[in-house]
C-alpha cells in the first residue's frame, strides 16, 4: 500500500514539474513574439534587450499574399506611360496648346517697300536690264534681311547689307537677263525678314520682249539635191535704225553667206551658200548672222537637212546572246530619200561577226538579212561590231551593232 502511495506521490510532483515548465516557455515565446496585454491597474514587465534577439518591437506578422496575376499589356506598359506624362509644371503638349502671343507693344522691325512691282515695259532682246526696290524700317527694332531669292537664273541682286536700323533705308538691286525669243515675261523675287508680321514680300518684274529686227524664213529646210536657186534669208529693221552684217557662221561650217561688213542698211536679202559635203555629216544645225544693230546683236535661224540615205534600223540590239549561236536579223534596208537609184559597191563587219546572208534590190533601196555570230568571251557581258556599206561613188555607211550576253550562273 505504501509503494501504491509513493508511486502517486511521485506522479503527481512530475506532473507539477512539467506544467511548471510548460508555462515558463510559454511566457518567454510570448515575451518574444506579441505584446502582453495590460491589465488595468497591473505593472508593465519590459524584455530587456539582447545582442541576440530582434527588435522588441516587431511588425506584427503579415498573411503572404497571394502570387500575383500575370498583368495585361496595357498594365505592363502602363510605367513607361506614367514615366511618360508631363510633370504638373509642364505645359500640355497636343494641338490644345497655344502658342504665346507676342506682345503688341513690344518693339518690333517693320519693312516697308517702296513699290512691290516693275514694269519694264518694252525689253531688246537679249539685254541686261537694272531696276531698284527702295525700302524703310519703319519699325522700332533692328530689321534683318533673312534671305532673298529669285525664281530662275536671269535674276541677279545685290544688297549692300542685311541689317537696318529704325528709320534706315536700303535699295534692292536687281539685273534682270532678257531672252531672246520676243514676248511678255515676268519674273518673281522674294524677300524674307525678321518683320514678326510680314516676314515675306515678294517683288515682281515685268515687261515685253520686243524684236527689233525681223527675219524670214524662221527656219530653213536643206536638201542635198542639185537646186536652181541659192536660199536666201531676208533682214528688216522694225525699229527704222541701220545696221550692218558682221558675219555668218553655221554648225560645221555647212552653211556661209557673201557680205560686205561695211555695208549699213534698214534691210538686207542674204544668199546662202550651202555646202553639201558637209551637210550630209549633220541633220540638225544653226546659223547665226552677226549684226551691228544696237538692239539685236544676233539672229540664229534653226535648219534641217534631209540626209541622202535612210538606215533601218540604224543600230542592231541583241539580247541573251550566245557565243557561237548565230542570231539571224532580216529586213534591214538601206533607201535613198530623194528616190535616186543606186548601187552597192562593197560590205563589210569590222569584227568579222556580221555576214550577209541575202541581199535584194528593191525600190529607192536595198534590203539585207544578216547573221550575227557573237565572239566567245569569258570577261565582257557585251560585244560590239560595226556593219559598213559603200555606196559606189558615193557615201559610206554605216550601221552599229551591239550585243549582251546571257548573264552568267
Known amino acids: 500500500m505504501k509503494r501504491i502511495w509513493l508511486i502517486l506521490v511521485f506522479l503527481g510532483l512530475g506532473c507539477v514539474l512539467l506544467l511548471q515548465a510548460g508555462c515558463e516557455k510559454a511566457e518567454k515565446s510570448a515575451g518574444m513574439s506579441e505584446p502582453v496585454a495590460q491589465a488595468p491597474g497591473e505593472p508593465v514587465a519590459v524584455a530587456r534587450k539582447t545582442p541576440d534577439l530582434v527588435d522588441p518591437k516587431p511588425e506584427p506578422a503579415k498573411p503572404k499574399p497571394a502570387p500575383d496575376k500575370p498583368k495585361p499589356a496595357l498594365d505592363r506598359a502602363r510605367p513607361a506611360l506614367d514615366r511618360a506624362k508631363p510633370a504638373p509644371n509642364d505645359p500640355k503638349p497636343g494641338p ?32 541686261s536690264n537694272i531696276c531698284e526696290f527702295g525700302f524703310k524700317n519703319v519699325g522700332d527694332a533692328v530689321l534683318k534681311i533673312l534671305n532673298i531669292r529669285t525664281d530662275c537664273g536671269c535674276t541677279a541682286f545685290t544688297l549692300e547689307k542685311k541689317e537696318y536700323a529704325p528709320g534706315e ?76 552684217v558682221k558675219g555668218v557662221k553655221s554648225t560645221i561650217n555647212a552653211v556661209a553667206a557673201e557680205l560686205d561688213p561695211s555695208v549699213e542698211a534698214t534691210k538686207f536679202v542674204l544668199p546662202l ?41 540604224p543600230v542592231i540590239i541583241l539580247f541573251d546572246a550566245e557565243p557561237g549561236k548565230p542570231v539571224i536579223r532580216n529586213n534591214v534596208t538601206i533607201l535613198n530619200n530623194y528616190q535616186e537609184d543606186f548601187e552597192i559597191a562593197s560590205v563589210k563587219s569590222k569584227e568579222g561577226i556580221t555576214k550577209v546572208i541575202k541581199q535584194e534590190k528593191i525600190r529607192n533601196g536595198y534590203r539585207f538579212s544578216l547573221e550575227i555570230t557573237p565572239p566567245d568571251s569569258l570577261d565582257s557581258r557585251r560585244f560590239t561590231d560595226e556593219f559598213s556599206v559603200q555606196i559606189k561613188e558615193g557615201d559610206l555607211l554605216k550601221i552599229k551593232c551591239q550585243g549582251f550576253y546571257t548573264r552568267r550562273k
Open 96 to 127: 490644345d496648346k497655344v502658342a504665346a502671343k507676342p506682345d503688341p507693344n513690344a518693339p518690333a522691325p517693320k519693312i516697308r517697300f517702296d513699290k512691290l512691282v516693275h514694269d519694264f515695259h518694252e525689253l531688246d532682246p537679249s539685254s
Open 169 to 244: 533705308s536700303g535699295t534692292l538691286k536687281i539685273k534682270y537677263s532678257a531672252p531672246l525669243r520676243p514676248g511678255l515675261v515676268t519674273r518673281r523675287v522674294t524677300v524674307s525678314s525678321n518683320d514678326p508680321v510680314k516676314p515675306v514680300v515678294e517683288l515682281t518684274l515685268k515687261g515685253k520682249i520686243v524684236a527689233r529686227v525681223g527675219f524670214e524664213p524662221k527656219r530653213l529646210n536643206f536638201l542635198l539635191k542639185e537646186e536652181k536657186a541659192l536660199p536666201k534669208v531676208t533682214l528688216t529693221s522694225l525699229d527704222g535704225r541701220a545696221f550692218s
Open 273 to 313: 551658200k550651202v555646202d553639201k559635203a558637209q551637210l550630209q555629216r549633220v541633220t540638225n544645225g544653226v546659223i547665226e548672222i552677226s549684226l551691228t544693230h544696237p538692239a539685236c546683236k544676233t539672229i540664229t535661224i534653226p535648219f534641217s537637212a534631209l540626209a541622202r540615205f535612210r538606215l533601218n534600223p
